[in-house]
């Protein structure tokens, strides 16, 4: 069974950091592309950053130039920096193995003085 382990998060002062790490385990295909969504409270699900398998990366504009997405092998990692208060949400990781979409449990990101 495919399984996402979530890591990382918490609470950050405005202009801090934060690294998110999401371990996919169980697959018996290769796993494609990987990324992460963010859903804040009142809104809709929204990409923040993807990554292929070959390390092609898309990502929001309103993250471009503070945020960075990387993939080691079946993990996934995003790097948050210059945290802004509406960067405040759940952060969920993704990952499309053949047809189907799995999804991490999810995990809070505050940002707030």
């Known amino acids: 069974q495919v399984q996402l382990a979530q890591s990382g998060g918490g609470l950050v002062q405005p202009g801090g950091s934060l690294r998110l790490s999401c371990a996919v385990s169980?697959?018996?295909?290769?796993?494609?592309?990987m990324g992460w969504y963010r859903q804040a409270p009142g809104k809709q699900r929204e990409l923040v950053a993807e990554?292929?398998?070959?390390?092609s990366t898309n990502s929001a504009d309103s993250v471009k130039a503070r945020f960075t997405i990387s993939r080691d092998k079946d993990t996934v990692y995003l790097q948050m920096n210059s945290l802004r208060p509406e960067d405040t949400a759940v952060y969920y990781c993704?990952?499309?193995?053949?047809?189907?979409?799995?999804w991490g449990q999810g995990t809070q990101v505050t940002v707030s003085s």
């Open positions: 993704h990952a499309k193995i053949w047809v189907t979409d799995y």
């Open positions: 169980g697959s018996r295909f290769i796993i494609g592309t």
């Open positions: 990554i292929t398998n070959g390390g």
